[in-house]
């Protein structure tokens, strides 16, 4: 079978298809940072639903997409609906897409919460690094880059594992492996 272009070749990036639409976007990897790229939304049939207008565009997931307006350093990102309007005003420094009800987001690019889908912070905006939800469980660190102590929260933004983990904290089978003096060890069922 020879395969033939639904959509045809047009744009100078593209995403996969989530929740039915795929981002697309027309630019240079320079213009990524610098805020010139442009990019929209097009539909399983090429239909650009969602004009090229943002900076940045990241998958939709459960009707929801997070975008970006402006560079690197001064934009600011909010989340649309399929129509393209802002459910979320462009109000945070960087976020990521919404995974088990909460988005990571921070506002000043430097402390991280998570925000529901009205954009309140749920889980105050305190933590140097975190990592998504998955299976009820973030990782969160506190400290400087190069030395992070890592811990695990819950929906409730509740210690479920102080930060004590040089690395990051991987939860698996009720397991969660942490590693505390150079060594890894594992924490039974953390609740």
Known sequence: HEGVF??????????????DYAAVGMGEVVSLENGLAQFGYVDKTG????????????????????VCIGDDKTGKCGVIGHDGKYVISLRFASMNPFKEGLAKASVDDRKWGFINK???????????????????YAGVAIGEKDHFKWGLIDKKGDYVVKPISEEQIIVSEGMAAVKVNGVWGFISKPK
């Open 6 to 19: 639904v959509i045809a070749p047009k744009y100078d990036f593209a995403n996969e298809f989530s929740d």
């Open 47 to 66: 239909v650009l639903v969602i004009p090229l207008q943002f900076s940045n565009a990241l998958d939709f997931n459960d009707g929801l997409a997070v």
């Open 118 to 136: 009205s954009g309140e912070f749920v889980i105050p905006a305190k933590f140097d690094a975190a990592w998504d939800f998955s299976g009820d």
